[in-house]
């Protein structure tokens, strides 16, 4: 009898990341992939033309360390075009994606070709992806934000198929996000790679396409990154905006795919609805108690929320601090969605 044990399918994986002006963190990153505890894997970094030295940076730790399997190429534009580059360059059979303020566990690509493995019978299986954890030695603020944006009152839980629910759980999802996903490189010769057109929402627009194309993507919570929030509040406003416009955007260019999707727009429609009624609170008192029962509901929607995350982490002051982020990302959100709805469609890349 034959005792030999097949050995496990190993394909070779090529690692893509983008980075501009990340000379605090893309070491950090690239130290976490070069330690994975996978053997058949390249890493490709593309450098947007960064001018705070992260391109220096980049090319010491290569020769420092003698890295063959690092390499650098420096392309303007943005991250779409970037991981672009990387994917013409990739010699892999898997296209991994993650951002450069992330660090990936030593696992990683183990836990990747094992998910492939698992679901290998599954043709229309083309790309896992898993969570995005925050890092121990993360700040008050980016710890705040991060709690914050795991809430359903931000990402629409389970009325929303992406990865951000799934935190523990596996299961077929509708979007992955770029900074934990693997993809079949195939697939990109087939259907195309990220529109560069989308300055924002870019892994949307590619999760949507190959979902509305029949494709299956799966995620995980074994293939875990660590991943750094934004550190202020200013970069925390853009984040939200850039999450709104890319939904915006793929409204515009795929349809209303997810409801959920418009949900920013219901802040727009409260606020225009209490701007209205407010001109008739003297003469009509029904449109008073229209109003007062419409902002009481919201006030205990995000009150008990902010007290939810609050109990779950032990922290008093998140309570205080959800009480004004929620509102300030359904605002942000809006207007980001509007963004992106109003974009001259002769920007965005068609079906």
């Known amino acids: 009898m034959d005792k030999r044990i097949e050995e496990p399918f190993e394909p070779f994986i090529s690692v893509i990341v983008t980075v501009y002006n990340q000379a605090d963190l893309i070491i950090g990153c690239v130290r976490s992939l070069v330690n994975q505890n996978y053997r058949n894997y390249e890493i490709i970094v593309v450098d947007a033309l960064s001018s705070d030295g ?10 420092k360390y003698k890295i063959k399997n690092l390499n650098l190429v420096r392309k303007p534009g943005n991250a779409s075009a970037g991981r672009n ?7 892999g059979e898997i296209c991994t994606f993650i951002d450069s303020d992330a660090s990936a566990s030593e696992d990683w690509l183990n836990k990747i070709v094992e998910t492939f493995n698992s679901l290998e019978d599954d043709d229309l299986l083309v790309g896992v992806g898993g969570t995005s954890m925050l890092p121990k030695n993360s700040s008050r603020k980016s710890s705040v934000f991060y709690h914050v944006l795991s809430s359903s009152l931000v990402h629409g839980g389970r ?11 596996k299961g077929f999802v509708g979007h992955i996000p770029t900074c934990n996903l693997a993809i079949k490189k195939s697939v990109f010769s087939r259907e195309g ?16 396409r190959l979902r509305l194309k029949g494709y299956k993507l ?27 416009k890319g939904k915006g955007l793929v409204i515009k260019k795929f349809g209303l795919v997810n409801k959920v999707y ?3 727009l219901f802040v727009l429609v409260f606020a225009v609805s209490l701007l ?40 008093k002051l998140l309570f205080l601090y959800g009480l004004f982020l929620f509102p300030l990302v359904h605002l942000l959100s809006t207007l980001g969605l509007l963004e992106g709805l109003v974009k001259n469609p002769e920007k965005i890349g068609k079906r």
């Open 54 to 63: 992260t391109w220096e940076l980049l090319q010491n730790l290569k020769r």
């Open 85 to 91: 580059c990387g994917i013409e360059m990739a010699k």
């Open 159 to 169: 009325l929303n198929p992406s990865v951000q629910h799934k935190r523990e759980t």
């Open 193 to 208: 790679k990220f529109d560069e057109s989308f300055d924002s929402g870019e892994d949307l627009e590619l999760s949507t």
């Open 218 to 244: 799966f995620c995980s919570p074994k293939i875990r990154v660590a991943h750094h929030q934004r550190n202020s509040i200013l970069g925390f406003s853009r984040q939200i905006c850039g999450w709104g």
């Open 262 to 264: 418009l949900l920013p």
């Open 276 to 315: 209205v009624l407010s001109f008739s609170l003297t003469h009509q008192p029904f449109s008073a108690l229209i109003l007062f029962l419409a902002l009481l509901c919201y006030a205990v929607l995000v009150s008990t929320e902010s007290a939810r995350i609050a109990s779950n982490n032990r922290d």
